[in-house]
């Protein structure tokens, strides 16, 4: 059954900047009695509720993650329904983490100019997608990002476990376009009634590793650019510039050698 809950106080608290539950929300929903809406439902038989909670812009990226908490309030006195007892109170963390990327030359110097965008693997529908749009639509507040062109640090904010994908979509000037980096962020926590981060990792099993800070729960990695310009591995003009070329010294080459045996020959 599909319910909606009420805002409440808990122990005399409202939710303010200054109480126990800064930036958060209570609810309460009150089922009534089960025998009268439920009259299926006998005795030992089990009653499950669940909760959904999306982390908003309050949300804290570090090592104590964010806690979500339930409890439930019952009666089993059917002649004394204020006769009531309660449950522990069930503890969730949920952890977000911080990318931060940092653009630098060939003599590891800051380096302007760049701009990145950053995907994850949704292996739901086998796409790709920017970050910045994972839950658009949905009334809830996106993974964002900090940095752009005038600057050469680039960070984002509010990602999780998964699969991702770095691509430099402005290249500066005079600098070769990095190949898109494929990397799996993945985190390690205690368990029990305070959970607590203890690992977290940022690589593509390879080459690249990113630098880990558990306490900020915070990955950095340095991206290197190398100065110069590619050249067309095939096709286009590049190509087609340098076959002329290079055809032109072969038979220049062949008319020279030709001219030079006739003259020996004389």
């Known amino acids: 059954t599909a319910v909606t809950g009420s ?3 808990v122990d005399g608290q409202e939710v303010t900047l200054n109480s126990a539950y800064d930036n958060g929300t209570i609810w309460s929903y009150d089922c009534g009695n089960l025998k009268e809406t439920h009259p299926e439902l006998k005795a030992e038989d089990t009653i499950r509720v669940e909760y959904t909670a999306t982390l908003n812009t309050h949300a804290l990226i570090g090592s104590t993650g964010n806690k979500n908490q339930h409890r439930v309030i019952f009666s089993n006195n059917p002649t004394s329904p204020s006769d009531l007892n309660s449950s522990a109170y069930d503890v969730n963390v949920v952890y977000t983490y911080k990318a931060v990327f940092n653009k630098v030359n060939e003599k590891e110097q800051p380096l302007i100019g760049a701009d990145f965008a950053l995907e994850k693997y949704i292996a739901s529908t086998d796409t790709w997608v920017d970050v910045t749009e994972l839950h658009t639509g949905n009334d809830v507040n996106n993974p964002y990002k900090t940095g752009d062109t005038s600057g050469s640090t680039f960070a984002f904010y509010g990602l999780d476990d998964g699969r991702y994908k770095l691509t430099e979509i402005v290249t500066p000037a005079g600098y070769n376009t990095i190949d898109p980096i494929e990397f ?23 080459s690249f590793t990113m630098e880990s800070d558990v306490t900020l729960a915070t990955l950095t990695s340095t991206i290197k650019n190398q100065p110069g310009v590619v050249l067309p591995a095939s096709g286009g003009m590049g190509t087609t510039l340098l ?4 055809g032109i ?6 008319v ?4 030079k045996r006739r003259a020996q020959a004389e």
């Open 7 to 9: 805002k409440i106080t």
């Open 184 to 206: 799996e962020i993945n985190a390690t926590h205690t368990d029990g009634d305070v959970p607590e981060l203890t690992e977290l990792s940022g690589t593509d099993g390879d």
């Open 243 to 246: 076959y002329v070329v290079g």
């Open 249 to 254: 010294l072969v038979v220049g080459s062949a």
């Open 256 to 259: 020279a050698l030709v001219v």
